[in-house]
T-cell receptor, first 111, second 110 residues
Framework: EDQVTQSPEALRLQEGESSSLNCSYT??????LFWYRQDPGKGPEFLFT???AGEEKEKERLKATLTKKESFLHITAPKPEDSATYLC????????????FGKGTLLTVNP | DGGITQSPKYLFRKEGQNVTLSCEQN?????MYWYRQDPGQGLRLIYY???????QKGDIAEGYSVSREKKESFPLTVTSAQKNPTAFYLC?????????FGQGTRLTVV
């Protein structure tokens, strides 16, 4: 069974204070690892797909990296508008269309 | 605009009643999904459909039913057999492996 664990559960940063969120996973035959951003009361917004170890993707202040066991979402010089819950999900080779999600990391960036 | 539309945004149901949540997409995606989100828990898969007239149970299908008569539509019915239906329900669709989500329906049992 695919499993995803995200840490920390919550992270509070000052504006401009860079940090990283962790996503550890176990999956049979990774087809893709996904990062989403979710604002309160809204649906998750797609950010990145990572397919294989060593891959990196960037978008504005966010950079996602992938190893064989975990993924990191690095946030450089965050702004208050980056405050949200960040979700990690995986799709394994045996699960066809199913995504398995972690519980998310609630990021708060104070001005 | 292309996207996934869920309606209504808020829904109140009396105990013992069935209720249907709407999900429509105009992205021409083949696969559609329903997830449930509860505080402190990850998204959990209720049902998914890869093609029209076909769907499979997810991890928590008990008390729910779906239909897929059209490619664009994947309604979810929460039946009176669902013991704890109050939650945030999310519909998603995909054509490759990434899934894209609607804005959700918050269901409250009163």
């Amino acid at each position: 069974e695919d499993q995803v664990t995200q840490s920390p559960e919550a992270l509070r940063l000052q504006e401009g204070e860079s940090s990283s969120l962790n996503c550890s996973y176990t999956v049979s035959g990774l087809r893709g690892l996904f990062w989403y951003r979710q604002d309160p009361g809204k649906g998750p917004e797609f950010l990145f797909t990572l397919y294989s170890a060593g891959e990196e993707k960037e978008k504005e202040r966010l950079k996602a990296t992938l190893t064989k066991k975990e993924s990191f979402l690095h946030i450089t010089a965050p702004k208050p508008e980056d405050s949200a819950t960040y979700l990690c999900a995986v799709r394994g080779g045996g699960s066809n269309y199913k995504l398995t999600f972690g519980k998310g990391t609630l990021l708060t960036v104070n001005p | 605009d292309g996207g996934i539309t869920q309606s209504p945004k808020y829904l109140f149901r009396k105990e013992g009643q069935n209720v249907t949540l709407s999900c429509e997409q105009n992205l021409n995606h083949d696969a559609m999904y329903w997830y449930r989100q509860d505080p402190g828990q990850g998204l959990r898969l209720i049902y998914y459909s890869q093609i029209v007239n076909d769907f499979q149970k997810g991890d928590i299908a008990e008390g729910y039913s779906v239909s897929r008569e059209k490619k664009e539509s994947f309604p979810l019915t929460v039946t009176s057999a669902q013991k704890n239906p109050t939650a945030f329900y999310l519909c998603a669709s995909s054509i490759h492996i990434e899934a894209f989500f609607g804005q959700g329906t918050r269901l409250t049992v009163v």
